[in-house]
Protein backbone atom coordinates (compact mmCIF):
# COMPACT_ATOMS: atom_id res chain seq x y z
CA UNK A 1 0.00 0.00 0.00
CA UNK A 2 3.02 2.24 0.86
CA UNK A 3 4.20 2.01 -2.11
CA UNK A 4 1.39 3.27 -3.90
CA UNK A 5 0.73 5.92 -2.14
CA UNK A 6 4.33 7.40 -1.91
CA UNK A 7 4.67 6.97 -5.80
CA UNK A 8 1.31 8.91 -6.34
CA UNK A 9 1.10 11.19 -3.29
CA UNK A 10 4.69 12.37 -2.44
CA UNK A 11 7.17 12.00 -5.20
CA UNK A 12 7.68 15.45 -6.72
CA UNK A 13 6.60 15.74 -10.83
CA UNK A 14 9.31 15.00 -13.02
CA UNK A 15 10.14 12.01 -15.89
CA UNK A 16 11.86 9.63 -15.17
CA UNK A 17 15.22 10.26 -16.60
CA UNK A 18 16.69 6.89 -16.14
CA UNK A 19 15.14 3.93 -18.67
CA UNK A 20 15.42 0.78 -16.30
CA UNK A 21 14.01 -2.25 -17.82
CA UNK A 22 10.43 -2.75 -16.81
CA UNK A 23 9.53 -6.45 -15.30
CA UNK A 24 5.48 -6.02 -14.94
CA UNK A 25 2.76 -5.14 -17.89
CA UNK A 26 -0.75 -2.98 -17.08
CA UNK A 27 -3.51 -5.52 -19.07
CA UNK A 28 -6.79 -4.52 -18.76
CA UNK A 29 -9.19 -7.59 -18.80
CA UNK A 30 -12.40 -5.79 -19.74
CA UNK A 31 -14.37 -2.80 -19.85
CA UNK A 32 -17.51 -1.95 -19.19
CA UNK A 33 -20.32 0.85 -19.96
CA UNK A 34 -23.30 1.56 -18.51
CA UNK A 35 -25.73 4.73 -17.72
CA UNK A 36 -24.92 6.10 -20.74
CA UNK A 37 -27.27 8.91 -21.58
CA UNK A 38 -28.73 9.04 -24.87
CA UNK A 39 -29.78 12.58 -24.64
CA UNK A 40 -26.12 13.53 -24.15
CA UNK A 41 -24.62 11.43 -26.02
CA UNK A 42 -25.07 10.54 -29.84
CA UNK A 43 -22.19 7.83 -29.35
CA UNK A 44 -20.12 6.67 -27.13
CA UNK A 45 -18.20 3.36 -26.82
CA UNK A 46 -15.08 1.52 -26.44
CA UNK A 47 -13.02 -1.24 -27.65
CA UNK A 48 -10.64 -3.42 -26.41
CA UNK A 49 -8.15 -5.44 -27.91
CA UNK A 50 -5.33 -7.42 -26.84
CA UNK A 51 -2.06 -7.43 -29.56
CA UNK A 52 1.05 -9.57 -28.66
CA UNK A 53 0.18 -9.41 -24.44
CA UNK A 54 -0.37 -5.83 -24.61
CA UNK A 55 -3.75 -4.15 -23.76
CA UNK A 56 -5.02 -1.02 -26.68
CA UNK A 57 -7.94 0.69 -26.27
CA UNK A 58 -10.53 2.74 -28.76
CA UNK A 59 -12.70 5.08 -27.46
CA UNK A 60 -15.40 7.33 -29.63
CA UNK A 61 -17.35 10.01 -27.82
CA UNK A 62 -20.02 12.19 -29.56
CA UNK A 63 -21.96 14.46 -28.11
CA UNK A 64 -25.82 15.51 -28.63
CA UNK A 65 -25.10 19.38 -27.45
CA UNK A 66 -21.97 21.52 -26.84
CA UNK A 67 -20.85 20.44 -23.23
CA UNK A 68 -19.61 23.16 -21.06
CA UNK A 69 -20.04 21.09 -17.66
CA UNK A 70 -18.36 17.96 -16.89
CA UNK A 71 -17.12 16.48 -13.81
CA UNK A 72 -15.87 13.10 -13.21
CA UNK A 73 -15.69 10.70 -10.19
CA UNK A 74 -13.33 8.45 -10.49
CA UNK A 75 -11.82 5.57 -8.41
CA UNK A 76 -9.51 2.79 -7.92
CA UNK A 77 -8.91 -0.28 -6.05
CA UNK A 78 -5.99 -2.31 -6.15
CA UNK A 79 -6.12 -5.44 -4.87
CA UNK A 80 -2.64 -7.26 -3.85
CA UNK A 81 -2.35 -11.66 -3.56
CA UNK A 82 -4.35 -12.09 -0.80
CA UNK A 83 -4.70 -9.02 0.63
CA UNK A 84 -7.58 -7.04 0.74
CA UNK A 85 -9.11 -4.00 -1.02
CA UNK A 86 -7.08 -0.89 -1.24
CA UNK A 87 -8.62 1.64 -2.58
CA UNK A 88 -5.56 4.10 -4.26
CA UNK A 89 -7.82 6.86 -5.26
CA UNK A 90 -11.84 7.96 -5.01
CA UNK A 91 -12.39 11.34 -5.95
CA UNK A 92 -14.22 14.37 -8.36
CA UNK A 93 -12.61 16.55 -10.50
CA UNK A 94 -13.65 18.90 -13.19
CA UNK A 95 -13.36 17.21 -16.43
CA UNK A 96 -13.29 20.35 -18.57
CA UNK A 97 -9.47 20.86 -18.29
CA UNK A 98 -8.30 17.80 -17.74
CA UNK A 99 -5.65 17.75 -19.98
CA UNK A 100 -4.44 21.25 -19.32
CA UNK A 101 -3.99 20.76 -15.68
CA UNK A 102 -0.88 19.66 -13.86
CA UNK A 103 -2.29 16.52 -11.29
CA UNK A 104 -0.99 16.29 -7.90
CA UNK A 105 -1.81 12.53 -8.99
CA UNK A 106 1.01 11.12 -10.52
CA UNK A 107 -1.38 8.51 -12.23
CA UNK A 108 -3.78 10.84 -14.00
CA UNK A 109 -0.51 12.75 -15.38
CA UNK A 110 -0.23 9.17 -17.00
CA UNK A 111 -3.69 9.27 -17.75
CA UNK A 112 -3.21 12.79 -19.44
CA UNK A 113 -0.60 12.26 -21.51
CA UNK A 114 -2.18 8.95 -22.92
CA UNK A 115 -5.27 10.82 -24.05
CA UNK A 116 -2.96 13.80 -25.68
CA UNK A 117 -0.89 10.93 -27.42
CA UNK A 118 -3.60 8.80 -28.53
CA UNK A 119 -6.24 11.44 -29.54
CA UNK A 120 -6.46 13.46 -32.76
CA UNK A 121 -8.56 16.60 -30.75
CA UNK A 122 -7.95 18.45 -27.68
CA UNK A 123 -10.67 16.90 -24.90
CA UNK A 124 -11.80 20.11 -23.00
CA UNK A 125 -14.07 22.51 -22.79
CA UNK A 126 -16.75 23.56 -24.82
CA UNK A 127 -17.02 19.46 -25.85
CA UNK A 128 -18.46 20.60 -29.53
CA UNK A 129 -21.81 18.46 -30.37
CA UNK A 130 -21.40 16.25 -33.33
CA UNK A 131 -17.69 16.42 -33.21
CA UNK A 132 -15.97 13.00 -33.22
CA UNK A 133 -13.24 12.70 -29.65
CA UNK A 134 -11.94 9.84 -30.36
CA UNK A 135 -8.95 8.28 -28.85
CA UNK A 136 -7.55 5.57 -31.14
CA UNK A 137 -4.57 2.47 -30.28
CA UNK A 138 -4.23 3.36 -26.38
CA UNK A 139 -2.02 1.66 -24.73
CA UNK A 140 -0.13 1.91 -20.66
CA UNK A 141 3.81 2.22 -21.64
CA UNK A 142 5.23 0.60 -18.31
CA UNK A 143 8.21 3.21 -18.84
CA UNK A 144 5.70 6.00 -17.63
CA UNK A 145 5.54 4.03 -14.52
CA UNK A 146 8.17 3.77 -11.68
CA UNK A 147 10.94 0.73 -12.16
CA UNK A 148 8.88 -1.41 -9.84
CA UNK A 149 5.30 -1.48 -9.05
CA UNK A 150 3.30 -4.51 -6.71
CA UNK A 151 1.23 -6.83 -8.78
CA UNK A 152 -2.38 -7.30 -8.37
CA UNK A 153 -6.19 -6.95 -9.71
CA UNK A 154 -7.14 -3.50 -10.05
CA UNK A 155 -10.74 -1.98 -10.97
CA UNK A 156 -10.99 1.29 -12.35
CA UNK A 157 -13.93 3.50 -12.25
CA UNK A 158 -14.90 6.19 -14.19
CA UNK A 159 -18.38 8.08 -13.55
CA UNK A 160 -19.20 11.74 -16.14
CA UNK A 161 -21.77 13.97 -15.04
CA UNK A 162 -23.09 16.22 -17.73
CA UNK A 163 -24.76 19.16 -16.11
CA UNK A 164 -25.22 17.66 -12.95
CA UNK A 165 -26.58 14.72 -14.08
CA UNK A 166 -24.75 11.22 -14.47
CA UNK A 167 -24.07 10.64 -18.23
CA UNK A 168 -21.95 7.60 -18.46
CA UNK A 169 -20.28 5.08 -16.28
CA UNK A 170 -17.26 2.62 -17.74
CA UNK A 171 -15.35 0.39 -15.03
CA UNK A 172 -12.31 -1.01 -16.08
CA UNK A 173 -11.23 -4.24 -15.03
CA UNK A 174 -7.34 -5.05 -15.02
CA UNK A 175 -4.15 -6.62 -13.62
CA UNK A 176 -0.46 -6.09 -13.28
CA UNK A 177 1.20 -8.98 -14.30
CA UNK A 178 5.01 -9.91 -14.04
CA UNK A 179 6.35 -9.63 -17.56
CA UNK A 180 10.22 -9.76 -19.15
CA UNK A 181 10.69 -9.18 -22.17
CA UNK A 182 14.58 -10.12 -21.63
CA UNK A 183 14.62 -13.80 -22.14
CA UNK A 184 16.73 -15.65 -19.75
C1 LIG B 1 2.92 -13.44 -24.63
O1 LIG B 1 2.92 -14.16 -23.41
C2 LIG B 1 3.07 -15.55 -23.58
C3 LIG B 1 2.89 -16.20 -22.21
O2 LIG B 1 3.61 -15.53 -21.22
C4 LIG B 1 4.44 -15.83 -24.20
O3 LIG B 1 4.60 -17.21 -24.41
C5 LIG B 1 4.54 -15.09 -25.53
O4 LIG B 1 5.85 -15.25 -26.07
C6 LIG B 1 4.26 -13.61 -25.35
N1 LIG B 1 4.24 -12.95 -26.65
C7 LIG B 1 4.90 -11.82 -26.91
C8 LIG B 1 4.78 -11.31 -28.31
O5 LIG B 1 5.58 -11.24 -26.07
C1 LIG C 1 -10.27 12.34 -35.56
O1 LIG C 1 -10.27 11.07 -36.19
C2 LIG C 1 -11.52 10.63 -36.65
C3 LIG C 1 -11.32 9.26 -37.25
O2 LIG C 1 -10.68 8.42 -36.36
C4 LIG C 1 -12.07 11.60 -37.67
O3 LIG C 1 -13.35 11.19 -38.07
C5 LIG C 1 -12.15 12.99 -37.04
O4 LIG C 1 -12.58 13.92 -38.00
C6 LIG C 1 -10.78 13.40 -36.52
N1 LIG C 1 -10.89 14.68 -35.87
C7 LIG C 1 -9.99 15.64 -36.04
C8 LIG C 1 -10.23 16.90 -35.32
O5 LIG C 1 -9.01 15.49 -36.74
C1 LIG D 1 -1.43 0.32 -32.59
O1 LIG D 1 -0.16 0.28 -31.97
C2 LIG D 1 0.60 -0.88 -32.29
C3 LIG D 1 1.88 -0.85 -31.49
O2 LIG D 1 2.24 0.41 -31.04
C4 LIG D 1 0.86 -0.88 -33.78
O3 LIG D 1 1.55 -2.07 -34.10
C5 LIG D 1 -0.46 -0.85 -34.55
O4 LIG D 1 -0.20 -0.75 -35.91
C6 LIG D 1 -1.29 0.37 -34.09
N1 LIG D 1 -2.58 0.31 -34.75
C7 LIG D 1 -3.16 1.38 -35.25
C8 LIG D 1 -4.52 1.18 -35.84
O5 LIG D 1 -2.62 2.49 -35.25
C1 LIG E 1 -13.58 -8.76 -16.08
O1 LIG E 1 -12.27 -9.09 -15.64
C2 LIG E 1 -12.19 -9.46 -14.27
C3 LIG E 1 -10.74 -9.75 -13.96
O2 LIG E 1 -9.96 -8.59 -14.09
C4 LIG E 1 -13.05 -10.68 -14.01
O3 LIG E 1 -13.01 -11.00 -12.64
C5 LIG E 1 -14.47 -10.39 -14.45
O4 LIG E 1 -15.25 -11.56 -14.31
C6 LIG E 1 -14.51 -9.94 -15.89
N1 LIG E 1 -15.87 -9.54 -16.23
C7 LIG E 1 -16.43 -9.89 -17.37
C8 LIG E 1 -17.81 -9.39 -17.59
O5 LIG E 1 -15.85 -10.56 -18.20
Given at each position: ?SLWIKWICLFPIFKFVITE ?67 IY?I ?9 NVHKNRLFNIYAK ?29 DDFPSFL ?35
Amino acid sequence: MSLWIKWICLFPIFKFVITEERNFRVIFDNISLSNVDPEVFERFDCELYQIDNRSYVDTSHIFRETVTDLKVHAALDFWKAKSPKMTIYDIEFDGCHFLQNVHKNRLFNIYAKNLKKYSNISFKCPFQANVLYAVKNMTMNEDDFPSFLPLGKFRSLLEYSVNQKLSARAYINGKIISYSTRPF
